[in-house]
């Protein structure tokens, strides 16, 4: 079971409530409810990592993450401002590691709240982080 800590910050507007599903829907590795927040055109950019263009090539990354369990998920904030959303935590696996993530999010329209852009930053952290 994953352990969740979210601030209460994270679910006072629409686009917060967007990436805390999102990112617990990462942590519970459920590819349909993540790629329900993207749009069919979703550009994934994971820096120093991959390009990923189109739901299609998302979802097959994402499958081919199956075996990462999470642990634990920390949203320490988010902030939105118009189109664009930021999200960052710390996230571990049941392989021992910890990573820092920031991902910033732009939505497609204000009408369809779907995620048509994400840049990730992702830091792996030493045991005593």
């Known amino acids: 079971m994953t352990k969740l800590t979210i601030h209460a910050d994270c679910t006072n507007s629409p686009k917060k409530r967007i990436l805390r599903d999102l990112n617990i829907a990462f942590a519970h590795a459920d590819v349909e409810a993540i790629l329900a927040h993207f749009a ?9 990592e991959t390009d990923l263009r189109g739901k299609e090539t998302v979802r097959t990354a994402l499958e081919a993450m199956h075996d990462t369990i999470t642990t634990e998920l920390s ?3 988010t ?20 990573s820092a993530f920031c991902d910033i ?23 005593g982080d």
Request: aromatic residues 4%; neutral net charge.
């Open 40 to 48: 069919d055109d979703i550009h994934w950019q994971i820096v120093g």
């Open 79 to 98: 902030v939105t401002h118009g189109p664009e959303a930021t999200v960052h935590g710390v996230i571990t696996t049941q392989q021992g590691g910890s």
């Open 105 to 127: 999010c732009r939505v497609a329209s204000p009408s369809s709240n779907k995620i048509n852009a994400m840049t990730s930053y992702v830091i792996a952290l030493n045991r």
């Open 75 to 77: 949203i320490h904030a």
